[in-house]
DNA sequence: GCTAATTCGGACCTTAGTGTCCTATTAAGA
DNA sequence: TCTTAATAGGACACTAAGGTCCGAATTAGC
């Protein structure tokens, strides 16, 4: 449901949002703090760059910064460049079943996925800095 | 989150599970049936029997059956065999948080996971042949 | 201007999931 | 007994994700 990557780029995007001064943290000291593969992680961030998660200066002294202050910037959006998140298979069953009549799986699953989604996109990368928000609860049907 | 394989392996268990009668169907009939890759849901179905989810004759007239009553099947049955809803990463931070201090992400993401993992384990085949039970509803803390 | 630090970007490797193919074995029925 | 239909199971191919490596381009500071 999410993949490495997406785990390494999250991680790292926290690692950028603490970071209080303005200066960049480049690519190797980002590996380091956090024990990643330096080469694949940097390869990770460049995909980051591209989506406009995060911004770069070249040359020495250079680096990453967040693009944009962590409060508007959505988990959603870390982690879609490496297509993880967005739901590919409408249903349990592969998508073969038509929105008008879909299949005996589908709204248990699509429950799940949705929240899924939803948390997602809801939650920003500063909610995981300081967390203080109430956190989802399931329930299920037959319980009330 | 579910697999290519576990999905074929859904699919050819919910239409065992349709057939009234007690004789077997062959890999090749449920593959033509559903139009899958035959010769990869045979083999789909080998690991399958393997794990007791189904049971198999050779020869002439030979195939596959359920192993046990559609009732006492559980889709987290039929999808372990192929690894992969049980929760590989406790957390969406890599896993590297432990349970006395989660990552912040670790209550958000669980309940998804988990309720993922209910869902399947609670759901049995039968309930997807004739589906009648309500379905799991999401809400969250800070709409109460 | 030179050097060191750093991003950029492509080439390549490895592994797991998916898929194909072939041969051996088994059993039903003529 | 022979033929045919089926599972059993291994060998192999393809693809994408994950990971490594290297050279080129860029920039700060001396």
Redesign the interface.
């Known amino acids: 449901?999410?993949s490495?990557t997406g785990?390494?780029a999250?991680?790292a995007v926290?690692l950028l949002a603490r970071r209080s001064d303005g200066s960049p943290l480049s690519a190797a000291a980002i590996a380091q703090e956090l024990d990643l593969p330096a080469d694949y992680l940097a390869k990770t961030l460049r995909r980051l760059r591209v989506d406009g998660v995060v911004s770069s200066s070249r040359g020495a002294h250079g680096g990453y910064r967040l693009a944009c202050p962590a409060e508007d910037l959505s988990?959603a959006r870390v982690l879609d460049p490496f297509e993880e998140t967005r739901p590919r298979?409408v249903c349990?069953?592969?998508g073969r079943c038509d929105p008008a009549h879909p299949?005996?799986?589908h709204?248990?699953?699509s429950?799940?996925?949705?929240?899924?989604r939803r948390?997602l996109e809801d939650?920003s990368v500063a909610?995981?800095?300081?967390?203080d928000?109430?956190?989802?609860?399931?329930?299920?049907?037959?319980d009330s």
């Not at 429950?111 to 899924?116: D, K, L, N, Q, R």
């Not at 909610?127 to 967390?131: K, S």
């Open positions: 449901m999410v490495q785990i390494y999250l991680q926290l988990l298979r349990l069953m592969g299949c005996s799986a709204d248990r699953w429950t799940v996925t949705h929240s899924a948390i939650t909610d995981l800095l300081h967390d928000r109430p956190t989802l609860t399931l329930r299920t049907g037959t």
